[in-house]
């Protein structure tokens, strides 16, 4: 990683990328077995047979676990570690074994706290693609932020 990142270092419209995982079958369902326990996340079969997803998908929620592997990765140097205070995430596309991922986070806003003169917080919006460049999560998340020490 690189040097610490401070709240002074962002501003709207800073990127970072990182990227890029494989999706593999097996992964999607031991983590469908150990915390999204829905036949289509973990029997081929049965993910086919739905009609939204048409084969085995991956969990919403694994897809978020892979996604803050890689946010980890592009801005894990903040100062204070990846802290969040509160976001929204929307999964526009289903994810598949054998799909390659990859995250574009894009700085919205910065704003120093009011009442905490030492931090401030950052709302970044982290959009995962598949290979075929199609968002297939989008995460807009405020992160809190240490100031840069005097």
């Given at each position: 990683?690189?040097?610490?990142?401070?709240?002074?270092?962002?501003?709207?419209?800073?990127?970072?990328?990182?990227?890029?995982?494989?999706?593999?079958a097996e992964e999607v369902?031991?983590?469908?077995?150990?915390?999204?326990?829905?036949?289509?996340?973990m029997d081929e079969e049965?993910?086919?047979?739905?009609?939204?997803?048409?084969?085995?998908?991956?969990?919403?929620?694994?897809?978020?676990?892979?996604?803050?592997?890689?946010?980890?990765?592009?801005?894990?140097?903040?100062?204070?570690?990846?802290?969040?205070?509160?976001?929204?995430?929307?999964?526009?596309?289903?994810?598949?074994?054998?799909?390659?991922?990859?995250?574009?986070?894009?700085?919205?806003?910065?704003a120093p706290s009011r009442?905490?003169?030492?931090?401030?917080?950052?709302?970044?919006?982290?959009?995962?693609?598949?290979?075929?460049?199609?968002?297939?999560?989008?995460?807009?998340?405020?992160?809190?932020?240490?100031?840069?020490?005097?």
């Amino acid at each position: 990683m690189s040097e610490a990142i401070f709240l002074e270092d962002l501003f709207p419209g800073r990127r970072f990328t990182a990227g890029s995982v494989m999706v593999d079958a097996e992964e999607v369902k031991r983590f469908a077995a150990l915390y999204d326990p829905q036949p289509f996340h973990m029997d081929e079969e049965a993910g086919a047979a739905h009609p939204l997803f048409g084969r085995l998908a991956a969990s919403g929620w694994h897809t978020a676990g892979m996604t803050m592997r890689m946010v980890v990765q592009a801005i894990g140097g903040i100062s204070g570690g990846i802290v969040g205070g509160g976001g929204e995430i929307q999964w526009t596309k289903p994810v598949y074994p054998g799909d390659t991922l990859r995250v574009e986070i894009e700085v919205l806003e910065v704003a120093p706290s009011r009442s905490r003169p030492d931090r401030g917080s950052a709302l970044m919006r982290n959009t995962t693609f598949n290979q075929h460049d199609e968002p297939v999560q989008i995460f807009t998340v405020r992160v809190v932020v240490p100031k840069r020490p005097v």
